[in-house]
């Protein structure tokens, strides 16, 4: 099945910095999302973004899905953006809706 | 992603009992998912519901007993549960097509004792 490879799995910053999040994916995709979990459990959806760039506020996210990487930019990280992140694939070819989710990354935002 | 409703929140079970989780969507999609979620693990696929009709069963032990009654309602029937069955149980919902964002419910937060 298709791989999906986050990096980095811990990232710990000061408020107001800004961040890069990085998913490498080992196959064609036909959907690729971003999600934020936070510490409540509750699963985020930040982006739908299979190709191409998207922002929304403070987030943006570019896929590049000819070279299998998708980053998730944060800027001016605020403490409410602590969680972990979840990149999430549906392979192309297989069935709609059958999402892997790669391992996160856990960030950490202190004040 | 406030449009899929789960219901309960927390669920606390003996191993003996017998329990069901719920979860409604009113976005017209007519394909229905259950992921579990293990503790600092992502989300694992469990079940796949297309127009109401079980299309994949991620080979999960038959203690887990999905139903799908109509086009907005997911079922899980627990029964006979482990410990290690505790996890957060999620739900979402998408089109039925390839390529169309899956939306989450907020999860019930299982624990068997």
């Known amino acids: 099945g298709i791989q999906v490879e986050q990096s980095p799995p811990d990232l710990i910053l000061q408020e107001g910095a800004n961040s890069t999040l990085r998913c490498n994916f080992s196959?064609?995709?036909?959907?690729l999302q971003w999600f934020h979990q936070n510490p409540w459990g509750q699963l985020i959806n930040l982006f739908y973004?299979?190709?191409g760039t998207k922002q929304n506020g403070r987030l943006s996210a570019t896929t590049v899905a000819t070279e299998r990487y998708s980053l998730l930019y944060i800027s001016s990280s605020q403490t409410t953006d602590s969680g972990v992140y979840f990149c999430a694939v549906e392979a192309g070819g297989t069935s709609y809706g059958k999402l892997t989710f790669g391992q996160g990354t856990i960030l950490t935002v202190h004040p | 992603d406030t449009e899929v409703t789960q219901t309960p929140k927390h669920l606390v079970m003996g191993m003996t009992n017998k329990k069901s989780l719920k979860c409604e969507q009113h976005?017209?999609?007519?394909?229905m998912y259950w992921y579990k979620q293990k503790a600092k693990k992502p989300p694992e696929l469990m079940f796949v519901y297309s127009y109401e009709k079980l299309s994949i069963n991620e080979s999960v032990p038959s203690r887990f007993s999905p139903e799908c009654p109509n086009s907005s309602l997911l079922n899980l029937h627990l029964h006979a549960l482990q410990p290690e069955d505790s996890a957060l149980y999620l739900c979402?919902?998408?089109?039925?097509?390839?390529?169309?964002?899956?939306?989450f419910g907020n999860g019930t937060r299982l624990t068997v004792t």
């Open positions: 976005m017209g999609h007519r394909a």
């Open positions: 196959d064609s995709v036909n959907n």
């Open positions: 973004i299979p190709s």
């Open positions: 979402a919902s998408s089109q039925v097509r390839q390529g169309t964002p899956s939306h």
